[in-house]
């Protein structure tokens, strides 16, 4: 079954009439991972950004996306609303920004789930805290008790990460969750988004630069280019068998990246374990 159909999605910017994505059309299976990769600039977090209905005003966008069925395209804000987070949540690449400056983090997570449940405090509380100890974040209170700019890049992925946990949403959106990270950072958080669709079994949207984590992840792939689908195909044919010329390059040229992200990894384990 198709968790999320997309359907010749065009995007574009209504201040310059810019056309950034045009007829993307791509279905998500119940319970898969799609990773949508390709250059800088070719519309991968815009198109994310027209799932969520979250593109600023002026970037306008037609076709329609299917929920389970239903056009959230024509859906009006309060209903949005009561989606995000709860049916598709969203981790992007900046902790930072995900999170209300001028408020400790505890905050942002409890408005949240506020939101969607309700459950009293002592509930909320426990819930939150298994959740952020099932990402492996230690010593909880203090963290809830932090403002952002108090925590680490990783930290920040990792709450976002205990939040989806808590919320559970069928979708998970991750725009390139370990971008902003350092490499021990990226290793844990890739674990973690495995372990959360192991745990709730839900589907995902992966955006990353990096093809040994696509590789590691994704179910399926879909290959971007100035806005529109060049190639897309399984995870294991694509890597076996690219067909388009820009797949073929950008496969050779990643997975050379990646081998020396793999060579670090191996290195700081053999420091580690001295
Ligand atoms: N808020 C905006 N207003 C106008 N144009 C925008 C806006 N955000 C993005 N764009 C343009 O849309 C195009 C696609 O941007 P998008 O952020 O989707 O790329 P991307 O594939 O996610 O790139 P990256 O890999 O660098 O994250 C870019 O050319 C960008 O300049
Ligand atoms: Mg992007």
């Known amino acids: 079954m198709n968790l999320l159909e997309v359907e010749q999605l065009k995007i574009w910017d209504a201040n310059t009439n810019e056309i950034i994505v045009s007829n993307n059309s791509f279905h998500l ?17 815009l198109t994310c950004r027209a799932i969520m209905k ?17 056009d959230i395209l024509a859906l009006s804000e309060k209903k949005m609303s009561k989606i995000r987070g709860k049916h598709i949540g969203m981790i992007v690449q900046n902790g930072m920004r995900a999170f209300d400056p001028s408020s400790v983090v505890g905050v942002h997570l409890r408005e949240t789930i506020a939101q969607h449940f309700d459950w009293n405090k002592k509930e909320m509380e426990e819930k939150i805290i298994h959740a952020m100890e099932s990402v492996m974040l ?29 919320l559970e949403p069928e979708i998970i959106i991750a725009d390139e969750p370990t971008t902003a990270l350092d490499t021990i950072s990226q290793f844990e958080v890739v ?6 669709r192991d745990r709730t079994g839900c589907s995902m949207i ?7 984590i696509v590789k590691k992840i994704a179910d399926e792939v879909l290959v971007m280019k100035e806005g529109a689908v060049m190639e897309r195909g399984s995870t294991q044919t694509l890597f ?22 793999k060579k670090i990894m191996e290195e700081r384990m053999l420091i580690a374990n001295r």
Not at 242 to 253: D, G, I, R
């Open 29 to 45: 299976k119940q319970g898969s991972c799609l990773a949508i990769v390709g250059e800088s600039g070719s519309g991968k977090s």
């Open 54 to 70: 979250l593109n600023k005003p002026w970037i306008h966008q037609s076709g329609e996306i299917r929920f389970k069925g239903e």
């Open 138 to 166: 230690k010593n909880p209170i203090e963290i809830l008790n932090k403002y952002p700019f108090e925590l680490s890049g990783g930290m920040l992925q990792r709450m976002m990460i205990a939040l989806a946990l808590v």
């Open 191 to 196: 674990e973690q988004l495995r372990r959360m």
């Open 206 to 212: 992966l955006i990353s630069h990096d093809l040994g």
């Open 240 to 261: 076996a068998e690219a067909q388009h010329p820009y797949t073929q390059y950008l496969v050779s040229t990643r997975l050379a990246l990646s081998s020396h992200f």
